[in-house]
């Protein structure tokens, strides 16, 4: 059974920094690509980031290119999303994502 476990989130001044952990478990980690998402109140689910699978490639969304880093430790099976000058606009909760498969999500919260 899949399961991931999304982590890191919290309030933070706009400006500020987040780093959010997907444990992830259920399948071979290092055979797929992964992906955040985020999905903001009252709206759909946004395509925020996607690494390959050994981490050499990656693609971001233009509303967080050159703010957000996706990484991977294919070791430990996690998947990273570094977040930098966050603005109120990033407030949502964040979800990695695997095949359709979700975790719970963890909540970032950016306060102006």
């Known amino acids: 059974e899949v399961q991931l476990v999304e982590s890191g989130g919290g309030l933070v001044q706009s400006g500020g920094s987040l780093r959010l952990s997907c444990a992830a478990s259920?399948?071979?980690?290092?055979?797929?690509?992964m992906s955040w998402v985020r999905q903001a109140p009252g709206k759909g689910l946004e395509w925020l980031s996607t690494?390959?699978?050994?981490?050499?490639?990656?693609n971001y969304a233009d509303s967080v290119k050159g703010r957000f880093t996706i990484s991977r430790d294919n070791d430990k099976k996690t998947l990273y999303l570094q977040m930098g000058n966050l603005k109120p606009e990033d407030t949502a909760v964040y979800y990695c994502?695997?095949?359709?498969?979700r975790g719970q999500g963890t909540q970032v919260t950016v306060s102006s």
């Open positions: 994502n695997h095949r359709n498969h």
């Open positions: 259920g399948f071979t980690f290092s055979n797929y690509p």
């Open positions: 690494i390959s699978s050994r981490g050499g490639g990656t």
